[in-house]
């Protein structure tokens, strides 16, 4: 196998490193990336088998430790992100669950951010404690409450931004540097804003982790997920446990993410350019809809730190829907061209109403701490012309709005 590398693809733009990145080419000099379906490789001799697991010769031994189209994945993300190291894993829960668990250990403390995807807050309020491994959560727009809730032993914060589904937002650097005065490594959930939007390793985070499910496939076939970090936090926590403990990508979905990868510059950009127009749409109308949240728009309630760590709000707009959860029902079942789904960052635009799915698990009280309130829908904007969506919404709000 060679590597096709021009002369420093870390100096190339993005789009190059999305369609070039990390390919890597078998002896045959296939144009697209190969699909390396194989869970093991064979050694020419017994020496050549000890010398791989000695680590004495580079290889590939096991898909679960390494395999060439996971590697491929793993660099095209490595670069994209300007990161040391990056490792790929089976979903975006597992990229959470192994960069955390491979790092904390018990009498440590973490804190993290409470407006957070569901299944994060179980690993951090639920996983954490049982492995004596204690847990604060706090309202992460303000810097101080991360400063009153750090303690000495504190080894790690958390948190995601935009956050789900508020979309609201944590300031990374002034995080970081109240994290990194403890000592404590900053963990970023980047998954709402994409690599094409924020980078959030130059603004100090030290591990940043992706759902590659969402915009990285982009068209909604598989489940995988991305950490980036610095080669000795791989090298002294990731690697081992991914190799020991198993929650490796498929090489076939790594395939598919490469894939994707390459259209992800342009998808981005294309689905935010309608969720601006959408935003300002529904902002605009005068019956229907309380409440438009959108990290690109001036009113929105931190623009400033949208402006300073972000090139873009994305392509998720939230909005309430006057007339509370009766009402937005009758208006996501009055829907004809965006789907129901609860997935985001896909082609096909999709629509969520996360009081009853997304964060159904939260109490009343912890909804209403985050600001989620039984009107509130989260539209994940596709490829659509965005005048046929623009029509889809109107259409269902006048059904909705009696
Ligand atoms: C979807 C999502 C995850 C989990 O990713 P999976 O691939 O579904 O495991 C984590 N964080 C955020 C912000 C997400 O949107």
Not at 34 to 40: K, R, V
Not at 350 to 356: A, R
């Amino acid at each position: 196998m060679t590597t096709d590398r021009k002369p420093d693809p870390a100096l190339w733009s993005p789009e190059t490193q999305l369609v070039h990145g990390g390919t890597l080419r078998s002896q045959f000099g296939e144009t697209s990336e190969a699909l390396f379906l194989t869970q093991g490789f064979v050694y020419a001799s017994a020496e050549q088998a000890e010398a791989r697991f000695k680590n004495e010769e580079p290889g590939y031994q096991y898909s679960r430790f390494g395999n060439p189209t996971v590697a491929m994945f793993e660099e095209r993300m490595r670069l994209l992100e300007g990161a040391e190291e990056a490792r790929a894993t089976a979903t975006g829960m597992a990229a959470v669950t192994a960069s955390l668990m491979s790092y904390l250990r018990t009498g440590d403390h973490i804190v993290a951010a409470r407006a957070m995807f569901g299944s994060c807050r179980y690993v951090v309020e639920d996983l954490c404690p049982r492995f004596g491994i204690q847990s604060t959560l706090v309202d992460g727009r303000d810097l101080a409450n991360w400063q009153q809730a750090m303690r000495p032993n504190t080894k790690a914060v958390f948190f995601e931004t935009p956050a789900n589904p508020t979309l609201e937002l944590v300031d990374i650097a002034g995080v970081a540097k109240i994290a990194h005065a403890r000592g404590a490594l900053v963990f970023v959930d980047n998954v709402f804003a994409t690599p094409m939007l924020q980078k959030p390793l130059q603004h100090g985070a030290d591990v940043v982790i992706y759902s590659a499910t969402k915009h990285i496939d982009g068209q909604g076939r598989c489940l995988g997920g991305v950490i980036l970090a610095s080669k000795k936090f791989v090298d002294e926590h990731l690697q081992t446990f991914i190799r020991q403990t198993g929650p490796s990508l498929s090489p076939f979905n790594a395939w598919v993410m490469l894939k994707g990868l390459e259209t992800l510059s342009i998808r981005v950009r294309a689905q935010m350019q309608s969720a601006i127009v959408i935003a300002d749409h529904l902002a605009g109308r005068n019956k229907g809809v309380a409440r438009v949240l959108y990290p690109g728009r001036a009113d929105h309630p931190q623009a400033a730190i949208a402006a300073k760590q972000m090139t873009g709000g994305g392509q998720v707009v939230t909005f309430d829907i006057e007339g509370g959860k009766a009402a937005a029902f009758r208006f996501l079942n009055a829907l004809r061209i965006v789907r129901i789904s609860n997935n985001l960052g896909d082609t096909k635009s999709l629509i969520t109403h996360p009081t009853t799915t997304t964060h159904q698990r939260l109490k009343p009280q912890a909804r209403a701490e985050l600001g989620i309130s039984d009107g509130m829908v989260r539209l994940s904007v596709g490829l659509e012309a965005v005048e046929d969506i623009i029509a889809d919404l109107d259409h269902a709000l006048a059904q909705a709005v009696m």
